[in-house]
Structures are given as structure tokens and as C-alpha cells.
């Protein structure tokens, strides 16, 4: 079992920055894919970046050019640099962790980007 805990979301007026972080239970960055999502009410979960066991990192769409995906292997943390925040960015973002149809999910933490 892996637990993870999201924090460092809040409220952000727009062109601001924030940098959510996903604290794990355990080790698990040499095995498991790191996700980033981010759920708007009534709509799927979208991928916003991922960093492999690797350390490969991808940014989808939405995010490039704005925002950054990075670990601290030592503590067990994975990190969503988001900066030039708009309106749109607005959403409950979650971290996951994902190994060979394995998934893991963190509660969620509220972004809000509002003047």
C-alpha cells in the first residue's frame, strides 16, 4: 500500500505561482510513475505531467511552458511548479502513482486562481 498526501494548494490571483507538493508513504519513485492530475466539477481527470521512474518528465498540453514536474527522491515528495496561473487553472489537483495497472491516489488539493 502507498499513501499519498497532496498540500500547497490555495488561492492565487492570476499570473501567480504556486508549487503543490505530493508527500508518499514509502520510496516508491525507482518503481512507480508520478502523476499529476487536475478534475473540474462534471469533468474526467485530466493528466497534466508525469516524471518516470527514470526521471523522464512529460508536461501535457495544458501545462507547457507553464508548469514543472519534479521529485525529491530523499523526501519521498513529487512537486507541480504551476506559474503563470489563469481562471482555468482552477480545479482540485491530485497526485498518483502508477506501476503495471497499479494505482494510487492522493485526496486532492483545491487551486483556486481568482482576482
Known amino acids: 500500500q502507498v499513501q499519498l498526501v497532496e498540500s500547497g494548494g490555495g488561492l492565487v490571483q492570476p499570473g501567480g505561482s504556486l508549487r503543490p507538493s505530493c508527500a508518499a508513504s514509502r520510496s516508491i519513485f525507482s518503481i512507480y510513475i508520478m502523476n499529476w492530475y487536475r478534475q473540474t466539477p462534471g469533468n474526467p481527470r485530466e493528466l497534466l505531467a508525469f516524471?518516470?521512474?527514470?526521471?523522464?518528465?512529460i508536461v501535457a498540453e495544458a501545462g507547457k511552458g507553464r508548469f514543472t514536474i519534479s521529485r525529491d527522491d530523499a523526501k519521498n515528495t513529487v512537486y507541480l511548479q504551476m506559474n503563470s496561473l489563469k481562471p482555468e487553472d482552477t480545479a482540485v489537483y491530485y497526485c498518483?502513482?502508477?506501476?503495471?495497472?497499479?494505482?494510487?491516489w492522493g485526496q486532492g488539493t483545491q487551486v483556486t486562481v481568482s482576482s
Open positions: 516524471i518516470t521512474p527514470g526521471g523522464a518528465r
Open positions: 498518483n502513482a502508477e506501476n503495471l495497472g497499479e494505482h494510487y
